[in-house]
């Protein structure tokens, strides 16, 4: 878990996203074992969301590895009712948004690196003040 200051800075930015991509229903944030490590959505599943991302970070990181195509980035899940995509937050943690049928897929994906990138950033500063071997 990251301390109680981390999880709103973090809520803060899963908050701003949702402002710049008005499409998406949810945003959460997780360790990459499944833990929620902040949240942004009235989806009362986040724990099973989280947890099903890590598996699926897991076989996401194993294809990509297996066909040569270096470290895991993003997944994209269409489904009939909208997305759900998930985003390397460092090597720690994902982003995992939920996006309505309509949602503008190039404009996410630019919107979720940029959020990504700053959450690993903040999970990186926790890991520092924590010293050396801490989880987020």
Not at 2 to 12: G, H, N, S, T, Y
Not at 19 to 27: E, F, M, N
Not at 106 to 119: M, N, P, Q, T, W
């Amino acid at each position: 878990m990251v301390p109680a200051e981390a999880e709103a800075e973090i809520l803060a930015e899963l908050r701003r996203l949702r402002a710049r991509v008005p499409q998406l229903t949810g945003a959460l944030a997780a360790s990459a074992d499944g833990l929620v490590l902040a949240r942004d959505t009235a989806a009362t599943e986040a724990e099973a969301v989280a947890a099903l991302t890590a598996a699926a970070l897991g076989v996401a990181q194993r294809l990509a590895d297996t066909t040569g195509q270096g470290g895991f980035r993003e997944l994209l899940v269409r489904g009939d009712n909208g997305y759900v995509a998930t985003y390397a937050a460092g090597e720690a943690a994902v982003l995992t948004l939920m996006a309505e049928p309509r949602a503008n897929v190039g404009r996410l994906h630019l919107e979720a690196r940029r959020s990504s990138l700053h959450i690993a950033e903040l999970i990186q500063e926790t890991i520092g003040r924590r010293g050396p071997g801490s989880r987020p």
